[in-house]
Nanobody
Framework: QVQLVESGGGLVQAGGSLRLSCAASGRTFSIFLMGWFRQAPGKEREFVAAIDWSGRSTYYARSVNGRFTISRDNAKNTVSLQMNSLKPEDTAVYYC?????????????????WGQGTQVTVSS
């Protein structure tokens, strides 16, 4: 089992920044990929970014590439998402997810464990 707990959401004006963190516990050695997804009201959950457990490879959705940065701290078993130049369309509940399979995926159905989510609201 893997437990994930997100933190760092909040309300920010357009153009501002927020940093989300995800703390992993349990069988963290079995995690291959850590990802961030988001879900806005009335929309499907969508991929935002992912990082492999070595930290050597990162992946981003086109909509956030160049504005968001995913990183990890092995010593603390945490994954962070630095979000800059935020836009109102970035407003959503953001979820941290862990994929135990040895394959990169942007499909939410492929991820095995999920956090409870943290709200990010960007005002115009």
């Amino acid at each position: 089992q893997v437990q994930l707990v997100e933190s760092g959401g909040g309300l920010v004006q357009a153009g501002g920044s927020l940093r989300l963190s995800c703390a992993a516990s349990g069988r963290t050695f079995s995690i291959f990929l850590m990802g961030w997804f988001r879900q806005a009201p009335g929309k499907e959950r969508e991929f935002v970014a992912a990082i492999d457990w070595s930290g050597r490879s990162t992946y981003y959705a086109r909509s956030v590439n160049g504005r968001f940065t995913i990183s990890r701290d092995n010593a603390k078993n945490t994954v962070s998402l630095q979000m800059n130049s935020l836009k109102p369309e970035d407003t959503a509940v953001y979820y941290c997810a862990a994929d135990l399979k040895m394959a990169v995926s942007t499909d939410a159905n492929e991820y095995d464990y999920w956090g409870q989510g943290t709200q990010v609201t960007v005002s115009s």
